[in-house]
Structure formats: C-alpha cells, structure tokens
C-alpha cells in the first residue's frame, strides 16, 4: 500500500515537471503553432514571427530614394491619396526606430516632404488636407530642419497653409502647425518668414489663443518661442506689434503662468515680457499689473541662470524707465525685496551685462531705501 502510494506520488512528480503546453485563445486557430521556451510553454504562429522579423529590418538607402521618386511623381500629378500613402510609409519607418530616421533624414527625404507640402499648399486647401496633414505630422518626427527643407516652407503658400492650420479647430493641426513655425522662425536670419507672420492678423491671434486657451504644454512652449521672435524683429514691426499683443491681454496671462510654472516655460515667458518691455507701451502696460514686481522678482536665483538674467533685465527696464513722479516701480521693487535679491547675486555672481545692470539699479534703489522698509514677505504664497 505504501508502495504504491510512493509511485502515485512519483508519477505526479514527473508530470509537474513536464510543462503543459498552453491553450490559448490565439493557439487554437494558429496554422503552424510554435512553442518558446519549455518554460512559458507560449505558442505563437509562425507567419506572425516571420512579419514581426521582416517588420525591424533597418530601412535602406535605396528604399528612402525610391520612396522619394514615387512622391516627387505624385506631386507632379497632384495625386494627393497616392502620395499621402507614400508620406505616410517615409513616417511609420522614422517611427521604429534613430538609425531609420537618420537614414531618412541622411537620403534627402526632408526635403521631399517640404517640397511636396509647398506643392499641395498652392491648391486648394480643403482638397489637399489630408495629405497636407500627413506630411506635418512626418515633419515634425524629423525636426531640426535646414537647408532646402526650410526654403520651401517658407514659401508664401506653404506659410500660409500653416497658419490656416493655426486657426482650424483641429488641436493636432495647430500644434504641428505651430512646431513647425518655431522651426522656421529659429532658423531665419532675413526676418521674412518673421514678417509675414507679424503681417498676419491671423496668425497673431491663433498664436495668442494658444495662450489664453493651451492645448498641451509642447503647443504652449512653441507658442511663445514664435511670439518671442516676431517681437525682436526690426523695431518699428515691434512697436505695432507689441501694442497688439498688449491689448490682447497678453502681459496678464504671462505673468498667471509665471507664478508656478515649470523652468522652460518661465524661460520663454520670460523672454516675451523681457521683449515686451523694450517698448514704452509695454513698459506701462507692465507697470500697471500688480503682480509684475512680485513675480518678476521671486524669479531671480530661484528658477536658472537665464531666468536670472531675464528677470533682473525686466527689473532693470521698468525702473530704470519709470516716468512717474512717485517713482513707483522702485518702491514696488524694494516692498518685494529686490534689493536684497540683487545684492546676494552680486555676490554669487553673475554675467557681466547682468551684472551692470543690477548695480545700476541697486545705486538708485538705495535713494528710495529711507521712504520705504524693505519688506521681503509680500510674494509668499504665490
């Protein structure tokens, strides 16, 4: 009894040991199963291993250029379904992995895209969306763009596709429409493609609604890179165009986003107000917001060196500019504790313009110390 009770035991043994093969949903209509490992015992269809291999083989030169072919055809004879199908092979091949995108990048197919998207953009938009929408979306996956690629969408109609992307109601549209713009604007040293945005009353308000109304922080971020360049253009498009930033609001949402908001955020916000408050219009507009000093402010030595320098700039334009008797801008800066901050940076270092610019103001801060105790409280909380 005991015997065989031991090989009953035993025979159980060998059977755990022996792994089962696993009948899975998928397995019970797989055409040629193939199990792993003895030790998963998972089963997979050996036609669906074989695409999966074929699937990650790297793309090759030769099939970048032959897909370039086939595309600049198609824009040829504006078959725009036929080269959306195209586009859209050049992006799910950048999508697997770096060394597709560089083989794309290195075989010229940049510029391919950006020609076909000047090509589709002088027709009809509302025909050619689709297609126009697909090689955005592959663009922007490539980004940085140069040479010839930038040449061709800062075209009239490639600029003006964009910005009709701008102000659809699409937020994927705007978003690339918007990524692109950053590119282009970054990358111009004639200032035109700048111009023809600052020209655009279009254009100015979608970049402001993605602003007051974000869609995603990457959208709000390429937004204010954009507004940041077409305000340093020449100087008398910054006038206009600050006043009609101004007027929007603008000054107001930048400093509701600078009390909490993340480094590269504040940076770029930063760098709008600091360009805002070159002008004598924008210098006002600033001075009138309460929250200006305190935030301007807190943000020196507390976010990065740029905001620093940043911060410390606006402080400088605003009081070393100050028209009014009261000298207002001073005592608004020594109620937030500025001269403190300013001190301490002088001390801790910093660059040389930066530098200049904070002992100018601290000169003429400490002839308004004795009207004024200097209180650095007033911004906690914020």
Not at 165 to 180: E, I, M
Not at 219 to 239: F, R
Request: charged residues 25%; contains cysteine.
């Amino acid at each position: 009894m005991i015997r065989s009770w031991r090989r009953l035991r035993a025979g159980r043994r060998a059977r755990k040991e022996q792994p089962a093969r696993r009948e899975t949903g998928a397995s019970l209509i797989e055409k040629d199963p193939v199990t792993t490992t003895p030790r998963n015992g998972i089963t997979y269809d050996r036609v669906n291993i074989l695409i999966e291999n074929e699937r990650i083989i790297p793309v090759s030169s030769v099939e970048v250029l032959e897909i370039n072919s086939k595309i600049k055809t198609a824009c040829e004879t504006q078959d725009q379904v036929g080269c959306k199908d195209l586009v859209a092979k050049i992006k799910e091949r950048a999508k697997e992995s770096e060394s597709n995108k560089s083989c794309i990048v290195d075989n010229a197919a940049v510029s391919v895209l950006a020609a076909a998207f000047e090509s589709f953009s002088k027709t009809c938009l509302d025909e050619n969306v689709s297609v126009l929408e697909e090689i955005l979306s592959t663009l922007i996956l490539l980004f940085p763009l140069e040479g010839e690629a930038l040449t061709h969408l800062g075209s009239a109609s490639s600029m003006g596709c964009m910005i009709w992307f701008l102000n659809s109601g699409d937020l994927s549209r705007r978003r690339n429409a918007v990524l692109l713009l950053t590119e282009l604007v970054s990358s111009d040293s004639d200032q035109r493609k700048v111009n023809v945005l600052s020209e655009n009353e279009g254009a100015i308000e979608a970049l402001f609604k993605l602003i007051e109304e974000p869609i995603s922080p990457t959208a709000t971020k390429a937004a204010l890179v954009v507004i940041y360049h077409t305000i340093a253009s020449s100087a008398s498009v910054n006038e206009k165009l600050i006043q009609k930033f101004v007027d929007m609001g603008l000054v107001s949402l930048l400093l509701e986003m600078l009390v909490d908001a993340q480094r590269s955020v504040c940076e770029k916000a930063l760098s709008v107000l600091d360009g805002i408050c070159s002008t004598d219009y924008g210098r006002e507009n600033a001075n009138d917001k309460p929250l200006t000093m305190p935030v301007v402010v807190k943000k020196i030595l507390r976010v990065s060196e740029l905001a620093t320098e940043l911060s410390v700039s606006i402080l400088w334009k605003l009081c070393m500019n100050e028209k009014r008797e009261e000298k207002t801008a001073f005592v608004e800066a020594l109620q937030v504790g500025a001269f403190q901050k300013l001190l301490v940076l002088l001390q801790v270092g910093c660059a040389e313009r930066t530098k200049e610019k904070a002992s100018e103001v601290l000169k003429l801060m400490n002839l308004h110390r004795d009207r004024l105790e200097c209180v650095d409280g007033r911004t906690k909380g914020l």
